[in-house]
């Protein structure tokens, strides 16, 4: 079988939005390839091993593939591709004057090839993400992730996600309530539920998402401490008052202790004063997905909504801020 194969160079600050409109589109399947030039320092702290080789691809650009059945209108596809993406401009998200490319590429089980590069990997001293398909034998003290992506964003490996995962390991002690927004691949309600949350509410505005998250917390076993929900934003729990006072079925207690969201910075000016009501006082507000040129504005609506902003880490341009309510 043959497949249409669209390429898109862009920037590294575009991908999350253009690979989901690819997506949207109808792909089978969407690769994404980061720059890996000479410049970018990688970090082996851990003993991380990296199996891909330093590509060629400019610092802070990337490139996205997507993959569409033969007989697929390419090209109506591309004229409505390009459109979302020069819409992105109204967000203040750069997208590089993005370069396409269309062809032909025969059937190599693309799907499953990328596979071979994701392998496990230690994230902190006790976190380890684990792929589904890869035998690794753990130490006594690691914390281990099983995750089987798919199509939905999270694999750990991207800075945003990374320092989510960092950050959390230091704010979840146990026994707290955390709500997850945008879960993507379900792997920081994950990384949650095994530092000892409570209970972990995960939410997604992508079915896809959902349904890899729901997979991933059953591969980890964990069905009794995360509830998986469909849900732009919070606005399931306004759904669901009587639920979310208790412990009925969205499994968390409002208020919560932690509220943690690895989503786009545009979107997370959204629903900051929404994360504050659900928040009990001395709760955390972990944020990730901002790009360093958008850090003043979520630094300023997190301070009028009335959080104290406690803490910062950055890597690659990206950072995670860490606020919390008085």
């Known amino acids: 079988m043959r497949w249409h194969e669209l390429t898109v160079h862009t920037t590294e600050e575009a991908i999350e939005m253009i690979s989901n409109f690819i997506h949207e589109f109808g792909a089978g399947g969407v690769s994404i390839e980061e720059s890996g030039t000479l410049n970018k320092k990688r970090d082996t702290s851990l003993g991380q091993w990296y199996e891909l080789p330093l590509n060629d691809i400019p610092e802070g650009r990337a490139v996205i593939k997507g993959y569409f059945a033969e007989g697929t209108d390419m090209e109506a596809i591309l004229e409505e591709l390009k459109r979302s993406v020069d819409q992105l401009a109204e967000y203040d998200i750069d997208t590089g004057n993005p370069v396409y490319e269309l062809k032909d590429v025969d059937d190599e089980d693309w799907a499953n090839a990328w596979k071979q590069y994701f392998k496990p990997l230690r994230v902190t001293d006790r976190l380890t993400i684990k792929p589904t398909w890869e035998e690794y034998t753990p130490e006594a003290d690691e914390l281990i992730l099983e995750l089987d992506p798919g199509m939905a ?3 750990g490996t991207h800075a945003t996600t990374s320092l989510c995962l960092r950050t959390l390991e230091r704010f979840v002690k146990g026994g707290e309530d955390v709500i997850d927004v945008g879960t993507g691949s379900g792997i920081l309600a994950i990384a949650a539920a095994k530092l000892g949350a409570k209970h972990v509410l995960a939410l997604d505005l992508d079915p896809v998402a959902v349904s890899s ?3 991933n917390v059953h ?3 964990l069905d009794q401490q995360i509830t998986v929900k469909l849900s732009d934003l919070l606005q399931v729990l306004n759904e669901h008052k009587a639920e979310a006072a208790g412990s009925g079925a969205l ?6 202790q932690v509220v ?6 545009e979107i997370i000016l959204l ?3 929404d994360v504050y009501e659900v928040l009990e006082s001395g709760g955390r507000y972990i944020v990730s997905g901002v790009i360093k040129s958008k850090q003043q504005a979520v630094e300023e609506a997190l301070t009028a909504a009335g959080f104290e902003l406690i803490e910062q880490t950055e890597e690659q341009d990206w950072v995670v801020l860490v606020a919390r309510k008085p």
């Open 271 to 273: 629903f900051v004063q």
């Open 219 to 221: 591969l980890n076993g």
């Open 153 to 155: 964003f999270g694999t």
């Open 251 to 256: 499994g968390v207690k409002l208020p919560a």
């Open 260 to 265: 943690v969201a690895n989503i786009l910075a």
């Open 213 to 215: 998250a729901t997979e």
